[in-house]
């Protein structure tokens, strides 16, 4: 068998650890330039509708054309990116939006959005517009009172026995009417106690101007009258 001297046994070492080193160096390169070449085109003008509970989540599928084509970007899929839309003044309010940090309101406002591609590092820029599509909900409730009584003004009915609520904010008045369904000469009305009925009716709006109508009756309770110094003898 043939003996290597020491300075043949280093080189033929030296040799096999530079192989080693290019192929590692060649792998990382070759890593590092498909992670390079992420390729990632945002959105623009994204319609975002803000839910019941006035919010909303903006995902890496909102904002990116063909998000999950491993040919584009790898990784990919939900942990692959980082999702920030941004105020108006640059603050970054993350990725699920509230009414609490929509800072520049909700009725068809643009915010800025960024997302990064976390191995590659790849930045691309998109937008949405945050809208609010939902109407006043509630249920105005049927209210009484007596013939004495004056019948009660269309706010404070609404204050007191209408019950909306709003998702983002609340709602007003913006219109309204209190209209007469009946009176004493209707002989049902008469049967039951009440000697007139009237109907109250609203639209109401939010700040984004979604409306809703409602709607409830006051009836009006007879009472009979009493004469002052007539006693009754039985």
């Known amino acids: 068998m043939k003996k290597l001297n020491a300075y043949q046994m280093l080189t033929a070492c030296g040799s096999h650890l530079l ?32 839910d019941n509970d006035c919010e909303a989540t903006i995902t890496y599928k909102t904002m990116l054309q063909d998000p999950d084509n491993p040919a584009l970007c790898s990784p990919n899929g939900p942990s692959a990116y980082v999702v ?54 509630g249920k105005a409730i049927d209210f009484e009172i007596d013939c004495y009584e004056d019948k009660p003004s269309l706010q404070y009915a609404f204050q ?4 909306i609520d709003d998702n983002c904010d609340h709602a007003v008045i913006v219109d309204g009417a209190i209209s007469l369904l009946a009176e ?3 002989p ?45 003898i039985k």
Request: charged share 15%; with cysteine.
């Open 19 to 50: 192989k080693l080193a290019l192929s590692l160096t060649l792998i990382a390169a070759m890593n590092t330039s498909a992670y390079a070449d992420c390729q990632m085109n945002c959105n623009q003008n994204v319609l975002v509708s803000l």
């Open 84 to 137: 920030t839309v941004m105020a108006a003044d640059g603050t970054p309010i993350g990725n699920k939006l509230t009414k609490q940090n929509l800072v520049d309101g909700w009725c068809g406002v643009t915010y800025l959005v960024k997302v990064k591609h976390w191995k590659s590092g790849n930045v691309c820029w998109g937008s949405i517009i945050v809208e609010d599509k939902i109407a006043p909900y």
């Open 188 to 232: 049902y009305l008469v049967s039951q106690g009440y000697c007139a009925e009237f109907l109250y009716s609203y639209t109401v709006a939010d700040k984004c101007g979604n409306t809703a109508i409602f709607e409830h009756t006051l009836r009006v309770r007879s009472v009979d009258p009493v004469i002052p110094g007539k006693v009754e």
């Open 184 to 186: 004493e000469c209707d």
């Open 160 to 163: 007191n026995y209408a019950h």
